[in-house]
């Protein structure tokens, strides 16, 4: 069955940087788009960012524009979030997703599979 493991998370002071990775298994890798979303809690989940199946088209929130970048190994079958300039309103559990659609999407709705997600905190 088709499984994202996320990894990397976990409590750093503000300012500081984090590498986010989430492995795939069970799919073909390189046939899906890939995002990132966020959810702190009391809140919606949220869209992060997002990379098209080649790694050629990238989408970020205007919250984490500039400050996070994805990117993906289509050989390794992993995509990853480097975070950097971390605020604690980036605290959050962080999700890997894949969605099998024509246009990379910021909708949690076009995404089929879900990691089980892994924790950021930021400390002021």
């Known amino acids: 069955q088709v499984q994202l493991v996320e990894s990397g998370g976990e409590l750093v002071q503000a300012g500081g940087s984090l590498r986010l990775s989430c492995a795939a298994s069970g799919l073909t890798f390189s046939t899906y788009n890939m995002g990132w979303f966020r959810q702190a809690p009391g809140k919606e989940r949220e869209f992060v960012a997002a990379i098209n199946w080649s790694g050629g088209s990238t989408y970020y929130a205007d919250s984490v524009k500039g400050r996070f970048a994805i990117s993906r190994d289509n050989a390794k079958n992993t995509v990853n979030l480097q975070m950097n300039s971390l605020k604690p309103e980036d605290t959050a559990v962080y999700y890997c997703?894949?969605?099998?659609?024509?246009?990379?999407?910021?909708?949690?709705?076009?995404?089929?599979?879900w990691g089980q997600g892994t924790q950021v905190t930021v400390s002021s």
């Open positions: 997703a894949a969605g099998r659609r024509l246009i990379v999407s910021v909708a949690t709705k076009d995404y089929n599979y």
